[in-house]
């Protein structure tokens, strides 16, 4: 019998849309009804046999899970942009379709980013913290003074989608904007003022720095120590790709020493980040838990989307939004 799974509770109109599907055709619907992770050795149990797997950025889709799901698996569909956690190169071995929702969660992300920037920029926690810990003294000059994002050079690693709307976003602030990648993107840089620069020229050049470019082997660590040596001492980084594009250990030294002089964080290594983690304990550091695309319609449109993507791959149909 045709199988699909669905490894957590997802949006209602998405699995509504899902179930109708299935029951429509006498397919068997499995799924980890938890807001918690699906355990592996459940989820490696659950996944025998399925045609269809409908996955989260928590669920790691390897040989071991491609090998348990067997030979009839057709589509992998994660809820997610970023597939580093989809051993993309073993689906397509297997034939396997791989999907993820691009675009729809562009403007969202673009967003946090901003409110990234300005809460690091402007110490916004310190503040916040400050009043209810009832530690807000009488007007003073100098007290909570943080730095301006507007007129400022930002640097955007990785100019797609979302480095590209954080670009946008930032020509209303007047920013200097440059940006960095594999290859220059004129159609998209020139509309905004963006100048293509290496990666040593950007990071010696802004106060500003924005990670977008998705995590892979050639961007695993790309900030290490010798990134935040060459940046500004004045300079923050901010990061709202993947925790593993930066060197944690390196990133708290460099903060703790003062060779950069913030941080602003929406993913980490490991997530959730534990409270007693060592990056939690500085004040230049601000951390929020991977809200990227954590609005309610953005993540109902992604969820409608890998719903979109489970239900073709399983009928043998190009997917809408594919990743090979
Ligand atoms: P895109 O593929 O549109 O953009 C990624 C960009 O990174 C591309 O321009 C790519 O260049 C560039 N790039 C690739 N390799 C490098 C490199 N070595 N150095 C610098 N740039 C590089 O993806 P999106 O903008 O849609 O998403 C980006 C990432 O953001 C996702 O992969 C995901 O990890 C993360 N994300 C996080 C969210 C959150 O909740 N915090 C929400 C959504 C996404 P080229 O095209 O030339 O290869
Ligand atoms: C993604 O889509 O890659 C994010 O990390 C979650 O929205």
């Known amino acids: 019998m045709t199988t699909v799974l669905i490894t957590r509770r997802i949006p ?15 397919w068997e619907l499995r799924q980890w ?51 580093d956690h ?26 946090l980013t901003i409110a990234l920037l300005l809460a690091t920029a402007r110490r916004l926690p310190e503040a916040i913290d400050a009043v209810k810990q009832g530690a807000w003294p009488a007007w ?17 690693v990785g100019l797609g989608r979302i480095g590209a709307a954080v670009a946008k976003r930032l020509t209303g602030f007047d920013c200097r904007l440059l940006y960095t990648g594999p290859r220059p ?15 040593d020229e950007l990071l010696a050049e802004s106060d500003f720095v924005s990670i977008h470019c998705p995590l892979s082997q050639a961007t695993k660590h790309l900030f290490d120590a010798g990134a935040f040596r060459k940046m500004k ?40 980040l534990p409270p007693d983690h060592p990056l939690l304990t500085l004040p ?5 838990p991977h809200i990227g695309s954590a609005s309610v319609a953005t993540r109902r ?10 239900l073709a791959g399983v009928a043998g149909e190009p997917l809408p939004h594919a990743v090979i």
């Open 140 to 156: 003073r000059p100098e007290w909570m003074t943080g730095v301006d994002l507007f007129e400022r050079t930002v640097g955007i």
């Open 233 to 272: 001492p004045t300079a923050a980084l901010i990061n709202t790709s993947r925790g593993g594009v930066v060197d944690q250990e390196a990133l708290y030294a460099a903060l703790a020493r003062g060779e950069i002089w913030a941080a602003g964080l929406d993913v980490t290594t490991p997530e959730p």
């Open 33 to 83: 009804d938890s807001d918690e992770v699906m355990p592996r050795d459940a989820l490696l149990d659950q996944v025998r046999g399925v045609d269809g797997l409908y996955c989260l950025i928590t669920d790691r889709v390897d040989e071991a899970l491609l090998t348990a799901a067997g030979s009839q698996l057709r589509v992998v569909s994660t809820m997610s942009v970023g597939y």
């Open 284 to 288: 230049n550091c601000v951390v929020t």
């Open 86 to 111: 989809i051993d993309v190169a073993a689906c397509a071995a297997r034939g396997i379709a791989v999907g993820n929702t691009p675009d729809v969660l562009t403007g969202t992300t673009a967003d």
């Open 301 to 310: 449109k992604m969820a409608l989307m890998a719903a979109d993507n489970l």
């Open 185 to 199: 993107k004129p159609e998209t840089a020139a509309p905004l003022g963006a100048s293509y620069v290496s990666m």
């Open 12 to 26: 209602a109109t998405a699995m509504e849309k899902i179930a109708a599907h299935c029951k429509a055709r006498g």
